[in-house]
């Protein structure tokens, strides 16, 4: 039996929230990628992307987290009448969780007490989101020849968060082996041994959780094109 066809008006906004989604991830990687060049004394090897809050174009980077922010609430509601399953459903609530944590990054630096929080939130929220909206997308017959990209993205945020957490565990131990204080406070520079990848990994995941949403985003971009 043909699927009833969406209203136009409906069509119109799921089209534009999908557009929205893809503008800003898109917008989160060009002002990731001008942070690195506009503030070249933070090194990407071992200073984290929160930490650009210290330096001059610390709005810049509350620029970043507002658009990932966006990125997320607009896969949100571009991708919400498609997801039908209840693990889904959970699942658009974590990535409406990540977008909230994102937009407290950018008004909570990492001088803030709740930074931490909002890092949190952020980005724990959206591997789970990525997963459950995924395997519920990929079930069904619209989505069923985009599964392969879908399952692949989706498990790229959980990698990816791993490896943030290993390159931190290796980092503190390389310091501390180095003879680093850990009470010491602000360090300006890693005495050599230390082995300093939390930084690229850090940058690492802010990328692949974009890639998921550009991915997600662009296949719905497809199906509301067919269903105007």
């Known amino acids: 039996m043909k699927a009833i066809a ?17 503008a800003s991830g898109a917008a989160v990687l060009l ?4 942070l690195h060049v506009l503030s070249p004394e933070f090194d990407p090897s071992w200073r984290m992307v929160s930490e650009y809050a210290n330096g001059q174009y610390a709005w810049v980077l509350s620029l970043m987290f507002v658009a990932w922010a966006i990125s997320s609430w607009a896969l949100a509601a571009a991708i919400w009448s498609q997801v039908r399953t209840r693990a889904g459903r959970i699942g658009l609530l974590f990535l409406i969780a990540a977008g ?18 909002a890092a949190l ?19 069904t017959l619209e989505w069923s020849a985009a599964r392969r990209a ?11 968060l791993l490896l943030m957490l ?6 503190m131990v390389t310091y501390t082996q180095a003879g680093g204080d850990m009470s010491a406070g602000a360090v300006s ?18 990328v692949a959780y974009c ?9 719905a971009l497809q199906l509301h094109r067919q269903e105007a």
């Open 6 to 22: 969406k209203p136009v008006t409906e069509v119109s906004l799921l089209f534009s929230a999908a557009r929205l989604a893809i």
């Open 31 to 34: 002002l990731l990628a001008s």
């Open 150 to 160: 879908l399952l692949w993205t989706a498990n790229l945020t959980w990698i990816s």
């Open 121 to 139: 939130i952020g980005i724990g929220s959206l591997p789970v989101a990525a997963m459950l909206v995924s395997v519920s997308l990929s079930r």
């Open 166 to 171: 290993a390159s931190f565990v290796l980092l």
């Open 100 to 117: 909230a944590g994102e937009v407290m990054a950018s008004v909570f630096d990492v001088n803030h007490s709740l930074h931490g929080l």
């Open 211 to 219: 890639i998921w949403v550009l991915t997600v985003a662009r296949q």
């Open 189 to 206: 520079a890693l005495p050599p041994g230390v082995i300093a990848l939390v930084g690229w990994a850090n940058r690492f995941l802010i």
